[in-house]
Structure formats: structure tokens, C-alpha cells
């Protein structure tokens, strides 16, 4: 079946200091992948996605993602974080065999300390 | 600003009582889907549109119907809802190609009682 895994609930981080939030997936071939940001009674904002090419993707408000294919990992990352920041991340796939399927994680919840 | 906008944001409907969530957009995007998504899950695809041609998820309820009757609009039909039919509803649409980034509503609340 096809997955994606965002392994941690939560993400705990220092304003200032550089924050990772982890994914994976399992879907075969070589899907698109997606960031996406979801605040407080607000629907998900789009961050950045990987289609092909460089491993490295930038996207909105300094953020980057890191595609590992090998890994099969897709892990958002950003130099310094902003307690403005703080907010609710989706990773998401899309097969490029299915459509427009999109298959989102469970989510991570970002906490940024002032 | 081109958006999208869901109505009602809340919506309180009773056991069994047929509901209808309304979706409109001003990017005159090709693809509008509809998700739902319960309180700390992952959006769950229901269905999707690419332009009039209608694609039903496997798993998504006969309860759970659609309807386009243009490019803007798109509308979410719950027959017969159930207490777990509970959740935030989400719309989004995408320009049409599959590599294409989805751009979301705010979401409507729904709440069975």
C-alpha cells in the first residue's frame, strides 16, 4: 500500500536555530512531492515541491527541502527558525501513475521557542 | 486575490439530515477536489474533478456525492450523514497538470448531532 510517514507528532526547536521535519514515503516509481502548511482554522498553504533535477528544492518563507532517493525521504528543513513558524506541516505524494491522487501524512506539529 | 472559498466555514447538521458544502474558486483552475480530514489525521481524498469528468476515491462512502455544474463551483452533497461524518472539509483545486501544487479553502466544519 501506498504511505507516507511523518514519524514525529512533534517538532520542538529554538528561534534561531536551524529545524528539520522528517519524511518518508513508499510509493512506487517516482512520485511529485509536497510541502504543505496548515495555521490555526486556516486551510494548507502550499511550501514547495519536488518534480525532478536538483535534490535540494526552495521554497516560501526560507524554507528547503532535501529529496534522498535512495531513502526514500523528503525531509523540510530551514536555516532559522521563526516563532512564526509555528504551525502544522504536511508532507504529501503524488504518483506520477495516478493521477491526481494525493497522499498526504498524518502531519507535524512545529513549536518554535522564543 | 484569486481564491478559494468554502461556505459555510461551520455547518451543524443533525443525524440523517442531507447536507450540502459549497466550494468556489477564482483561479479558473482545471481540477477541484474534495478531502476530508479528522481531528489530527491526514486529508483523506473523497473525490476530484478535471473539469466535468468526475473521479470517485475506492473508499470514499456512497453516502458522500459531488457536483460541478461549472469551473467555479463545486459542491460537497452528504445524504445521510453520520456522527463520524464529523470533520473539516477541505477544498482545493490545482491548475492541471499532475506535477501542479493544490491551493486550499479554509475548510468547513462540520458537526453531526
Known amino acids: 500500500a501506498q504511505s507516507v510517514a511523518q514519524p514525529e507528532d512533534q517538532v520542538n526547536v529554538a528561534e534561531g536555530n536551524p529545524l528539520t521535519v522528517k519524511c518518508t514515503y513508499s510509493v512506487s516509481g517516482n512520485p511529485y512531492l509536497f510541502w504543505y502548511v496548515q495555521y490555526p482554522n486556516r486551510g494548507l498553504q502550499f511550501l514547495l515541491k519536488y518534480i525532478t533535477g536538483d535534490n535540494l528544492v526552495k521554497g516560501s518563507y526560507g524554507f528547503e527541502a532535501e529529496f534522498n532517493k535512495s531513502q526514500t525521504s523528503f525531509h523540510l528543513k530551514k536555516p532559522s527558525a521563526l516563532v512564526s513558524d509555528s504551525a502544522l506541516y504536511f508532507c504529501?505524494?503524488?504518483?506520477?501513475?495516478?493521477?491526481?491522487?494525493?497522499?498526504f501524512g498524518a502531519g507535524t506539529r512545529l513549536f518554535v521557542k522564543a | 486575490d484569486a481564491m478559494v472559498i468554502q461556505n459555510p466555514r461551520y455547518q451543524v447538521t443533525q443525524f440523517g439530515k442531507p447536507v450540502t458544502l459549497s466550494c468556489s474558486q477564482t483561479l479558473n483552475h482545471n481540477v477541484m477536489y474534495w478531502y476530508q480530514q479528522k481531528s489530527s489525521q491526514a486529508p483523506k481524498l473523497l473525490f476530484h474533478?478535471?473539469?466535468?469528468?468526475?473521479?470517485n476515491e475506492a473508499d470514499t462512502p456512497d453516502n458522500f456525492q459531488s457536483r460541478r455544474p461549472n469551473t467555479s463551483f463545486c459542491f460537497l452533497d452528504i445524504r445521510s450523514p453520520g456522527l463520524g461524518d464529523a470533520a473539516m472539509y477541505l477544498c482545493?483545486?490545482?491548475?492541471?497538470?499532475?506535477?501542479?501544487?493544490?491551493?486550499f479553502g479554509p475548510g468547513t466544519r462540520l458537526t453531526v448531532l
Open positions: 504529501a505524494v503524488r504518483p506520477q501513475t495516478g493521477g491526481f491522487k494525493t497522499i
Open positions: 474533478y478535471y473539469d466535468k469528468d468526475f473521479n
Open positions: 482545493a483545486t490545482s491548475r492541471g497538470d499532475s506535477n501542479d501544487e493544490q491551493f
